[in-house]
């Protein structure tokens, strides 16, 4: 689908609305483009699988990253690391 324009309002062609998806589904882009990405979203039969199969795989990686437990050893070496960068902070100058 190419670009189209309504009167004042200029909707996304497949192109821009695709390279736009990831941002979409990760709500970083202005009000704006949101809607034109929905809009054309609700309208194109070419995109609205491709986004559809985007969420799917886009809420099953969060879902895992969630229930993903980390090693144990990472936190004690997250604490170290910390613990050292306090301890230099407080270190009186030479």
């Known amino acids: 689908m190419n670009r ?18 990831e941002p979409y589904l990760d709500g970083e882009l202005p009000p704006d483009e949101r809607r034109r990405v929905s809009f054309h979203l609700t309208i194109c039969r070419e995109c609205a699988p491709l986004f559809r199969f985007e969420a799917r795989l886009d809420g099953s990686v969060r879902q895992s990253l969630n229930e993903a437990e ?18 230099a902070s407080q270190a009186p100058p030479e």
């Open 4 to 21: 189209i324009h309504i009167g004042p309002i200029d909707l996304y062609g497949c192109p821009e609305a695709q390279e736009r998806l």
């Open 70 to 87: 980390p090693p144990p050893e990472l936190h004690a070496k997250v604490h170290s690391m910390l613990q050292q960068a306090r301890d």
